[in-house]
């Protein structure tokens, strides 16, 4: 396979998996939701344990330890660990014996990629998978309530009412955060941007062009991959002008830091508000 056609595909794994795991958390928080999303608040609660599992300072857990885990997972220790134990063992992740979990080596980013297969392979809703397109799709940029209902109406073959009531219940659990009155408002990831720049931020994106919109692309994926970069990269990558116009609009953020070496500016997409 080429390198970049793997590379993409792990990208995008990891990108779902993360989706994945953040739409089980605003599951958690609906009494309705689990039923609605099984297939995606289980995948969610796998992946979560694991990531829980695989940073712990130990590779082999005590019974003890390993319920203590599932705790801070929010998981019942009696009801529920021995279901996402038996998952996790079922994928060769862990190793479990009577009174040890033993985990398989896994990086947080592997575990991204895992939360990813198993949502595929537990055979998710059309509802469950329009549930992380619509996240991605708004973490792109704000976007329409209409032109989002376009886009998954369009992309998951769903009726327009249908796709209506998905967003709004999209809305109220918590998948995408909304702006606005009636059909007029804008959905966006309030992940990445901040609810009282929301508007400036539409509107600054729908200004570009498309070379500027594929340099925004090219930086948001350095980013996605590193976290932060140095403010210099985001110059080269964007250009001046470009950057300049993204900060204002509230898009990234820059933070400086100081030491011995001098001062260092670093570039961050804008975190939770």
């Keep these: 396979m080429d390198e970049r056609v793997h590379m993409t595909n ?4 990891e990108t779902k998996g993360a989706w994945i795991i953040h ?6 928080l609906d009494v309705t939701a689990p039923a609605e999303f099984p297939v995606l608040d289980e995948s969610a609660k796998a992946a979560e344990l694991l990531m829980r599992l695989s940073q712990s300072d130990a590779v082999t857990l005590t019974k003890q330890e390993t319920e203590a885990v599932a705790r801070a997972a929010h998981l019942n220790p009696r009801s529920e660990l021995p279901h996402y134990l038996g998952i996790l063992k079922n994928r060769r992740l862990i190793d479990v014996s009577a ?4 985990v398989l080596g896994l990086t947080s980013r592997a ?33 329409s309530l209409m032109r989002a209902c376009e886009f998954i109406g369009d992309m998951h ?3 327009s009412g249908d796709t209506q ?9 918590g998948f995408v955060d909304y702006e606005g009155e009636s059909r007029d408002g804008l959905l966006f990831n309030g992940n990445l941007f901040k609810r009282d720049t929301v508007a400036k931020s539409d509107k600054v994106i729908s ?4 070379d500027e919109h594929m340099k925004v692309a090219e930086f948001n994926e350095i980013l996605k991959r ?6 210099a990269k985001a110059d080269s990558v964007l250009g001046r002008t470009l950057f300049e116009k993204l900060k204002a609009a509230g898009l990234y953020e820059v933070n400086t830091v100081s030491n011995e070496h001098g001062e260092h500016a670093f570039v961050t997409l804008i975190g939770p508000h």
């Design 99 to 102: 009174e040890e979990v033993h």
């Design 157 to 159: 073959k769903l009726s």
């Design 10 to 13: 792990r990208l995008e794994k």
């Design 23 to 28: 739409h089980g958390r605003k599951i958690a």
């Design 226 to 231: 590193n976290g932060c970069v140095i403010a």
């Design 207 to 210: 200004s570009l062009s498309s």
């Design 111 to 143: 575990t991204l990629s895992h939360a990813c297969d198993i949502l595929t392979d537990a055979g998710p809703s059309t509802y469950e998978e329009a549930a992380v397109d619509l996240a991605e799709l708004t973490s792109q940029s704000p976007q």
């Design 165 to 173: 009531d998905f967003v709004q219940r999209s809305i109220e659990v």
